[in-house]
């Protein structure tokens, strides 16, 4: 058993190639992160914008894809016998509430 342990282990020439190896892997990390904790700025305000318009954009159609979607359950549920929380039971529908999801505050 110890000599298939041995047999199985590098060789001390293969282990000063997988230090050399990781050395060199670790000093380009550490390179890198130099750089970005160096970078004063990481996201160009074009690209800000952006991410800040399709957010606006985003939101506004959750709000009105919710809004569609309450009125016509409104409108089911004037003639549905059982309460509104059954009939979400039923056909399987969960909501934001249900599920803590809540729209970002307007910028």
Not at 86 to 104: C, K, M, R, W, Y
Request: charged share 35%; with cysteine.
């Amino acid at each position: 058993a110890e000599l298939r342990q041995l047999g199985g282990s590098l060789s001390t020439a293969d282990m000063a190639r997988e230090a050399q190896a990781l050395r060199q892997d670790c000093a380009a990390y550490a390179e890198r992160l130099q750089r970005i904790m160096a970078a004063a700025n990481h996201v160009s305000p074009e690209e800000k914008e952006q991410v800040c318009r399709e957010q606006q954009l985003y939101c506004r159609e959750w709000r009105r894809r919710k809004r569609m979607a309450t009125e016509l359950l409104d409108a089911i549920l004037e003639g549905y016998p059982k309460s509104k929380k059954q009939f979400f039971e039923e056909v399987g529908i969960e909501t934001d509430e249900e599920h803590n999801a809540s729209l970002p505050a307007a910028p």
